[in-house]
């Protein structure tokens, strides 16, 4: 499997869980990890992640609140969020605080390293979309961005 250079940060206050998804996450990812929701919203500030994979339970700011911090910020709405919990009771709330995604506990890793990657291709899209509606506005001609989208599909496709 090839090394992708996306960052995820991973945020969980259980060590065991850390370590689980470092070991799923790292092969094909560089992982930063956060022990709390202060921490993480720090560390998001001070060198954003391509993507956050956020526990939902957790002790002072739990990962429904650092998500909801994450969306009110202008420059992290788009930064892709995917919760984890051992329980589902969390989805509505999650997708009421923006989450993109939702993993259940017990860790399934391909699950995971799915989820992950759909999230980031996502992601992609959607920046590749604004650059090139940006690129319209600005009088470039269609064709020429036609192209480049073209072209920026093809190296989603291929995990570039």
Do not use: W
């Not at 960052?7 to 790292?26: S, Y």
């Not at 650059?131 to 600005?138: G, T």
């Amino acid at each position: 499997m090839s090394h992708d250079p996306r960052t995820v940060l991973v945020v969980d206050d259980t060590p065991e869980n850390i370590d689980l998804m470092k070991a799923i996450l790292a092969p094909r990812y560089k992982v930063k990890v956060a022990i709390n929701g202060e921490s993480a919203l720090r560390l998001v500030a001070a060198a954003p992640p391509d993507l956050v994979l956020l526990d939902v339970m957790m002790p002072g700011m739990d990962g429904l609140e650092v998500c909801r911090r994450l969306r009110t910020s202008l420059s992290r709405r788009q930064l892709p969020v995917i919760l984890v919990s051992a329980g589902g009771e969390f989805l509505e709330a999650g997708t009421a605080a923006g989450a993109d995604d939702f993993v259940a506990k017990p860790i399934d890793a391909p699950l995971v390293l799915a989820r992950v990657a759909a999230a980031l291709s996502l992601a992609a899209l959607k920046r590749q979309a604004a650059a090139a509606a940006a690129a319209l506005r600005d009088g470039r001609p269609a064709a020429e961005v036609a192209a480049g989208l073209e072209a920026a599909l093809a190296r989603e496709e291929e995990g570039v």
